[in-house]
């Protein structure tokens, strides 16, 4: 079962739009939780995390999600995309006490319009 | 620090051929593990490990084989290539065993066709 769903599969924004990219995922159990971003021809890298405390987290570039629990979900943020986020971007999961795997979802492919 | 590198960046096999992708750290983490990329498919995880001598398998792991006998290395396998591994391979550590608290790293990848 798949435990990590993006739902937006590809997203295209003009340049200063807000944006909101949804993350649910299937697990009632403690979790910590990612977002990691792929630029093009670039490594995976980290762009925010969830282990406890504030659920809105701040990341890199302006980016913040905010966790929340009653919905399961953890949506990413930003409030006015650039060009330069044109990337592809990952929510990930690890079940806390439950194994140490990091499961990703099908990722959001996003194209900012200049 | 190189980071994490992983080699070859591209390769092309046959039916049947067998290779080993190689990945290595040298930030002395602990946790090192294995994704494969496929378009619409996302990340998904092939074997992990938390420590040398450790591993265990992740979300798809037939027809690949790992071993950690060093901290730094954690190879893949494949014994015998088939088409539905046609994939980008990509390496990542983090420094705690407990993973889930950790930031991974990611190596550059490699590009596997399997004709």
């Known amino acids: 079962a798949q435990s990590v769903s993006q739902h937006n599969h590809h997203v295209i924004l003009s340049e200063a739009a807000s944006l909101e990219l949804g993350c649910n995922y299937s697990?009632?159990?403690?979790?910590?939780l990612f977002w990691y971003v792929q630029y093009p021809g670039q490594h995976l890298q980290l762009l925010l995390k969830y282990f406890s405390g504030d659920p809105l987290v701040k990341g890199i570039k302006g980016f913040e999600a905010e966790f929340i629990k009653s919905k399961f979900s953890f949506n990413l943020r930003k409030p006015s995309v650039q060009w330069s986020d044109t990337a592809e971007y990952f929510c990930a999961v690890n079940r806390v006490n439950r194994d140490d795997k990091i499961i990703f979802g099908k990722g959001t492919r996003l194209h900012i319009l200049p | 620090n190189a980071g994490v590198t992983q080699t070859p960046k591209f390769q092309v096999l046959k039916t049947g051929q067998s290779m080993t992708l190689q990945c290595a750290q040298d930030?002395?983490?602990?946790?090192m593990s294995w994704y494969r990329q496929d378009p619409g498919m996302g990340l998904r995880l092939i074997h992990y490990s938390v420590g040398a001598g450790i591993t265990d398998q992740g979300e798809v792991p037939n027809g690949y084989n790992v071993s950690r006998s060093t901290t730094e290395d954690f190879p893949l396998r494949l014994l015998s290539a088939a088409p539905s591994q046609t994939s980008v391979y990509f390496c990542?550590?983090?420094?705690?065993?407990?993973?889930?608290?950790?930031?991974?790293?990611f190596g550059p990848g490699t590009r596997l066709t399997v004709l």
């Open positions: 697990y009632g159990g403690t979790v910590n």
């Open positions: 990542a550590s983090s420094y705690s065993r407990a993973s889930g608290t950790d930031t991974q790293y």
């Open positions: 930030m002395n983490h602990e946790y």
